[in-house]
């Protein structure tokens, strides 16, 4: 059981930073296609605060909650870390990558301002038309 609820978290860290990563994208893109919910206040302030979290925790030197969570279930499943299954594996490859934390701050830092320039010229709306 604790090795199905650490997939469960690992899944749950898959589609948060999907939902980061691919929002920008999708904002931009519907930018330039006219899609009117990329204006929509909601979405683009859940997308920010996302970015802005984990911005913060890289620059507090915390470690994600959700990956404290799932390597304890590893741990207490008896698989250790970053081991076991199909998915397990290969969602970590495309998630963790072997670089300095200075090197990820860096990253978030950048994308956190890119999703700043993106609420600067993709203006959030309350309503969309």
């Known amino acids: 059981m604790d090795s199905l609820l650490a997939d469960v978290i690992l899944l749950i860290h898959f589609f948060y930073v999907l939902f980061v990563v691919l929002g920008l994208a999708v904002i931009w ?17 859940v997308h920010l605060l996302a970015i802005g979290y984990v911005v913060a925790e890289s620059l507090g030197g915390v470690i994600c909650p959700l990956t404290i969570w799932e390597n304890e279930l590893r741990i207490k499943a008896g698989n250790g870390v970053y081991q076991g299954t199909f ?5 970590h490859q495309v ?11 860096a990253i978030y830092v950048i994308f956190f301002l890119m999703v700043l320039l993106s609420l600067w ?8 038309k």
């Open 121 to 128: 010229v993709v203006k959030p709306q309350w309503k969309t």
């Open 95 to 105: 998630m963790f990558y072997d670089a300095r934390p200075e090197t990820f701050t």
């Open 29 to 45: 893109l519907g930018f330039f296609l006219r899609w009117a919910f990329v204006h929509n206040f909601w979405f683009r302030l």
């Open 87 to 91: 998915m397990e594996h290969w969602v």
